[in-house]
T-cell receptor, first 111, second 117 residues
Framework: KNEVEQSPQNLTAQEGEFITINCSYS?????LHWLQQHPGGGIVSLFM???GKKKHGRLIATINIQEKHSSLHITASHPRDSAVYIC?????????????FGTGTLLAVQP | NAGVMQNPRHLVRRRGQEARLRCSPM?????VYWYRQLPEEGLKFMVY????????ESGMPKERFSAEFPKEGPSILRIQQVVRGDSAAYFC???????????????FGPGTRLTVL
């Protein structure tokens, strides 16, 4: 079992829909990240969270440390939001700052 | 302020050749991370370096792979005697120095796509 699990693996939505992507993790963490990767493209950091909620434009990220769960919400989705969304965590403790990644959620927003 | 730079963006090698991937961190960043993304798989940590030091290489294959981050110049990920299974996207990320804790935001480069023929 992966230390970071995402659901769903694939998601197709119509333009304008509200989208939720979930992430669960099994290790103690010092921070959780949401990343975006376009096909064949680079990786962009969307959020870094250690508690609570963050909002940036149409994107909202929440984290529940007790339940070891985070969600990424996209409001008023648009075709340009189509990408792979990746959840990653910094495991707690030690000298390393490495990230452990989920397998990603492939989002396709249709016009 | 330029972002993390990686070169080459695409690299083609034949089996048995060497591959050298370069990563220049963002200005002021002293921490570099290398990650590998195999086809149809998620990203996996390889190695974490600070200037002239390897901090964590727990994700590096035991043979053929090495990494360095010299005092001057970019970080280099070196793969000797490449095999087809090394074909992947290799991403570098960097973060600024921190004396407080370990959970700094990491800024990713565009990646190097390695194809082994």
């Amino acid at each position: 079992k992966n230390e970071v699990e995402q659901s769903p693996q694939n998601l197709t939505a119509q333009e304008g829909e509200f989208i939720t992507i979930n992430c669960s993790y099994s290790v103690g963490i010092s921070a959780l990240h949401w990343l975006q990767q376009h096909p064949g493209g680079g990786i962009v950091s969307l959020f870094m969270l250690s508690s609570g909620k963050k909002k940036h434009g149409r994107l909202i990220a929440t984290i529940n440390i007790q339940e070891k769960h985070s969600s990424l919400h996209i409001t008023a989705s648009h075709p340009r939001d189509s990408a792979v969304y990746i959840c990653a965590v910094n495991p707690y403790g030690g000298a390393t700052n490495k990230l452990i990644f989920g397998t990603g959620t492939l989002l396709a927003v249709q016009p | 302020n330029a972002g993390v730079m990686q070169n080459p963006r695409h690299l083609v090698r034949r089996r048995g050749q060497e591959a050298r991937l370069r990563c220049s961190p963002m200005k002021g960043h002293s921490h570099v991370y290398w990650y590998r993304q195999l086809p149809e798989e998620g990203l996996k940590f390889m190695v974490y370096l600070q200037k002239e030091n390897i901090i964590d290489e727990s994700g590096m294959p035991k043979e053929r792979f090495s990494a360095e981050f010299p005092k001057e110049g970019p970080s280099i990920l070196r793969i000797q005697q490449v095999v087809r299974g090394d074909s992947a996207a290799y991403f570098c990320a960097s973060s600024p120095p921190s004396v407080i804790s370990s959970y700094n935001e990491q800024f990713f480069g565009p990646g190097t796509r390695l194809t082994v023929l």
